[in-house]
């Protein structure tokens, strides 16, 4: 990935993150059906597992990990599990576009870290990880408030 598309992805992400933190969102989870909260929770634990091995593997230089966990947080998008059609319906009711929009660029993400893992870039690999970070933070403030209300995206 050349500097150039590496500073589009980031500042995509970047207008993405800053368009869905000054919108007024209400909380996704009490929309969800038990089945898509527990996907979405199932999916979260597996990103904060893996985004913690990301991190250590980045200060310690072991590229592989990085490229394994970044590719299993790609692998993990809840929208391209096997869902049944009801339950796509309802994941679409319940979330508003601009949650799918950072889900969506949060994978991409991911991909690109993945490639850097394997590509043994360091520096990529952070800048990318801190765009990852960016994303979960807008989108916890954003449209999960309700269950992380200390996430502060600045839109008080």
């Known amino acids: 990935m050349t500097a150039n598309n590496l500073k589009f992805i980031g500042a995509t992400a970047l207008l993405v993150a800053l368009s869905a ?14 089945k898509l909260s ?12 893996a985004m913690a091995s990301i991190h250590t593997a980045m200060v310690t230089g072991e590229h592989e990990t990085v490229a394994t966990s970044a590719q299993k947080i790609h692998d993990s998008f809840i929208l391209q599990q096997e869902l049944t059609e009801q339950d796509r319906k309802d994941l679409m009711s319940a979330v508003p576009e601009g949650f799918v929009t950072l889900d969506k660029e949060f994978h991409k993400l991911a991909a690109s870290l993945a490639e850097a893992g394997r590509k043994e870039n360091t520096n990529e690999q952070r800048q990318l990880y801190d765009e990852m970070t960016r994303n979960c933070i807008a989108c916890h403030g ?3 408030s309700d269950r992380f209300p200390g996430v502060n995206t600045g839109k008080n």
């Open 21 to 34: 933190s000054v919108m007024a969102a209400e909380p996704v989870t009490p929309k969800l059906t038990d």
């Open 38 to 49: 527990q996907l979405l929770q199932q999916e979260m634990r597996s990103v904060q597992s």
């Open 142 to 144: 954003t449209y999960v």
